[in-house]
């Protein structure tokens, strides 16, 4: 069983950054491949990022691409995302995921069998 707990989340200002993590338990972080999700109040969840087990492949979506990075640091057991030039638009609860395998990418929620609680991300304009 995999446990996922996000932290970091918080109140910023549109341009700042802010750097959000996902502390894995029950798996080695290499074995599986991660993933970012985000859902804005009365919106569907949405895929943010995603990463393989060992971190060669990252997969975006468009409307973060070029602002934010997901990564892993294997020495702590976690997998990042620093948000860069946050919008208001960007606002969401952010949720990470794990998938069962550690490859491919992938984007889609059905794709991923972990999920963490979730962490509320609030940019002001």
């Known amino acids: 069983q995999v446990q996922l707990v996000e932290s970091g989340g918080g109140l910023v200002k549109a341009g700042d950054s802010l750097r959000i993590s996902c502390t894995v338990s029950?798996?080695?972080?290499?074995?599986?491949?991660m993933g970012w999700f985000r859902q804005a109040p009365g919106r569907e969840r949405e895929f943010v990022a995603s990463?393989?087990?060992?971190?060669?492949?990252?997969l975006y979506a468009d409307s973060v691409k070029g602002r934010f990075i997901i990564s892993r640091e294997s020495s702590k057991n976690t997998i990042d995302l620093q948000m860069n030039t946050l919008r208001s638009d960007d606002t969401a609860v952010y949720y990470c995921?794990?998938?069962?395998?550690?490859?491919?990418?992938?984007?889609?929620?059905?794709?991923?069998?972990?999920w963490g609680q979730g962490t509320q991300v609030t940019v002001s304009s």
């Open positions: 995921a794990a998938r069962a395998v550690q490859f491919p990418v992938a984007r889609t929620e059905a794709e991923f069998r972990y």
């Open positions: 029950g798996r080695t972080l290499g074995s599986v491949a």
């Open positions: 990463i393989t087990g060992l971190g060669a492949t990252t």
